[in-house]
């Protein structure tokens, strides 16, 4: 199926990232229903001209908060994650949890480089380094890793998803690939407000979901045509997820380390 | 008048640069002419007999690529030195250089003491090869980089000059992950000034004020807190003013606006003082800012002619308004007198884009860091006698 014009990605303003579009997305083959979830079917193909238009913001960005910004953290701040990483395995080694270096000062440098480049996080935004095992098909970019089970909304799945622009909705912010490896996301281009015309499109008859999860759910299994788009993030690279939602899941294909992923979310307080 | 004494001689071996910066200020960039044996011997021989040459000075090759000409061209000026530096100042070898036309025999050259290096080069690709180019468009940062390899292979040390531009402002992070990933220890930042030919400076753009004062918070705060410190210029020179009360004095001028603190030789022999930058240059109501020739004119006569006494009139008078008008004059001395020319079109007056950016906000910056860190020290040590 065509893809809808929805979502959009860019590089975010202040940010200089190495490579261009056309290999940095593949276009899936559309969905499987795979254990109780969805996930994407296994091939990839680059992206045509018209899907890469659908796709890309060009600049000057207009609105941002509508688009996928993607960034890149420095090195000084790649390295401060793995030295973290090293003090708290040789803490944990010895037994003495309690003089791991907080990983809230890690966090509050990135968010101070964020800050800077105008890309800042949200107040009281959460934290959280996820490592995962690379041969999983996919990983989690959700709130709650713990029920993950394939492609999921960035959005509460209890959330309406009609509310989704609104601060006190919880949400995934964005995501930093931490892994020296280059890894990828799989998304599904459309906010939830698109997800929700689409399935009425489909299908007119079916009353509309009113949450989020049950909307993504929705969509998933009713437009398994619909193609998934790969998105690849180079080492420390991330992306500030656009306002309004989206389905999606990190996807390691063929790494060979651990999958490392410091997902940020806001509103879960 | 006692003139000097010299603390800064700018000799221009040779106008050409085998790149083409598009920020660049030299006006003859393409001209091939190189100062000859003749030329330097008099250069050399003028300077030691105008009695500026009083205290060690420096020696700096600049103004055009120096290493476009050969190894053999340096070694014949520390004979000259040597010959006419009777009473034998220390005088340090500075050298300005893109880096580009490095080998083995400028590393061996530049191994010898007395020497000092300075690099060119404005960062990571995407910003270094925006402007700093060839003359077919083409980004010279990977000769830049094999350059600094090579002077690291010989244990050559370095200060790295970055210039800053609009687009640098958004990027602290990015240079200083350059400057460690290429072991670069010292950096100087100079911004993109309005002279001569180079009528105009992205810095020019509205609010660049506070992203220029954003993007010096950072970049400190990423080279002190670094291991060991990254050592910036700007901040160590800032410190310096605001920690000494040299300046206070109402004669005090800083080496560019001092008359013959600077003298600045280009490769036929024409001089000037203050500013490099004035050199080869001439306006409407100066003339040329050349005061003379060193095969033709003694400093005694040049200091009585009046178009040495109206350049300092007025450069005067613009150091005299920056006392009076300005909060930074104890800490700065008054302007460039070259930025003030291209910028204001007189001497006699007063801010420019590099006070304003260079200047005030590096002084701001670095008093804010000073007055934190008592802060903090005062509060730690409270906590220790408690």
């Known amino acids: ?269 | 008048m006692l003139a000097g004494p010299l603390e800064l001689l700018v000799l221009q071996p040779t106008p050409f640069c085998n790149i083409d910066c598009s920020y660049c200020y030299l006006p003859n960039r393409q001209s091939t002419h190189r100062m000859s044996r003749e030329v330097l011997d008099q250069t050399l021989r003028w300077v030691f007999a105008s009695g500026l040459a009083r205290v060690p000075f420096v020696l700096l090759w600049h103004a055009g690529e120096p290493l476009v000409l050969p190894v053999g061209f340096y070694e014949m000026a520390d004979d000259l030195l040597l010959r006419h530096n009777e009473i034998g100042l220390p005088v340090l070898q500075s050298f300005q250089t893109n880096a580009t036309l490095l080998n083995a025999d400028w590393c061996r050259f530049f191994q010898r003491p007395n020497v000092h290096l300075g690099v060119s080069v404005d960062g990571p690709g995407f910003l270094h090869d925006r402007c700093r180019r060839t003359r077919q468009g083409q980004g010279t940062l990977d000769r830049v980089l094999r350059g600094i390899e090579l002077l690291h292979e010989h244990g050559i040390p370095f200060q790295v000059i970055t210039v800053l531009t609009a687009e640098s402002l958004d990027y602290p992070d990015e240079l200083f992950d350059f400057y460690q990933a290429h072991r670069i220890s010292s950096v100087a930042f100079n911004v993109e000034e309005i002279e001569g030919p180079h009528t105009a400076s992205s810095l020019q753009r509205a609010g660049t004020a506070e992203r220029f004062r954003r993007f010096v918070q950072r970049f400190l705060s990423l080279a002190l807190a670094a291991d060991p410190p990254l050592q910036v210029r700007e901040f160590e020179q800032a410190a310096a003013s605001l920690l000494s009360a040299r300046r206070h004095g109402p004669d005090t001028r800083t080496q560019e606006n001092k008359p013959w603190a600077i003298v600045n030789v280009d490769c036929a022999g024409n001089f000037s003082t203050y500013s490099p930058e004035l050199l080869g240059l001439t306006s409407p109501r100066h003339g040329s800012f050349a005061l003379g020739n060193v095969a033709t004119h003694s400093l005694p006569a040049v200091l009585n002619a009046p178009a040495f006494l109206a350049l300092e009139a007025e450069i005067g008078q613009g150091v005299d308004l920056c006392r009076a008008q300005c909060r930074h004059f104890p800490f700065c001395g008054g302007g460039s007198p070259g930025n003030k020319f291209f910028e204001n079109g007189t001497f006699a007056s007063t801010e420019t884009l590099c006070c304003r950016l260079h200047k005030k906000v590096c002084l701001d910056v670095t008093l804010e860091l000073l007055e934190s860190h008592t802060a903090q020290a005062a509060v730690e040590r409270e906590r220790a006698l408690t």
């Not at chain 1, 579009?21 to 018209?50: H, M, Q, Y």
């Not at chain 1, 995934?172 to 998304?187: A, K």
């Not at chain 1, 389905?247 to 294909?253: E, K, M, R, S, T």
Request: charged share 20%; aromatic share 8%.
């Open chain 1, 1 to 269: 199926m065509t893809l809808l014009p929805g979502c959009r990605f860019a590089v975010a303003p202040h940010f200089h990232l190495p490579g261009d579009w056309s290999s940095r997305l593949l276009i899936g083959a559309g969905i499987a229903e795979a254990d109780g979830g969805f996930i994407p079917r296994s091939s990839w193909r680059p992206p045509t001209a018209a899907e890469l238009s659908v796709l890309v913001e060009p600049p000057p960005l207009a609105n941002l908060e509508d688009v996928g910004c993607l960034f890149l953290l420095p090195q000084h701040l790649r390295a401060e994650w793995w030295q973290w990483l090293e003090r708290t395995h040789e803490s944990n080694k010895a037994g003495a949890q309690s003089a791991q270096a907080p990983f809230s000062n890690l966090a509050q440098r990135i968010g101070e480089f964020l800050a800077f480049k105008q890309l800042a996080v949200p107040d009281g935004a959460r934290w959280d380094a996820v490592i995962s095992d690379p041969m999983q098909l996919l990983t989690p970019w959700c709130l709650d890793g713990r029920r993950f089970g394939g492609l999921r909304c960035s959005v509460a799945p209890w959330a309406s998803w009609a509310v989704t622009a609104e601060p006190p909705c919880p949400c995934l912010w964005g995501g930093i690939n931490l892994g020296e490896e280059p890894t990828s996301l799989v998304v599904i281009n459309l906010p939830l407000a698109k997800l929700a015309a689409e399935c009425r499109r489909r299908f007119p008859e079916r009353p509309t979901p009113a949450t989020a999860g049950e909307l993504a759910e929705r969509f998933l299994s009713d437009c398994p045509d619909y193609a998934p788009v790969r998105l690849l993030l180079g080492a420390g690279e991330g992306v500030r997820l656009p306002r309004g939602g989206m389905i999606l899941a990190g996807y390691p294909g063929g790494k060979a380390e651990p999958e490392m992923v410091l997902l940020i979310s806001r509103g879960t307080n």
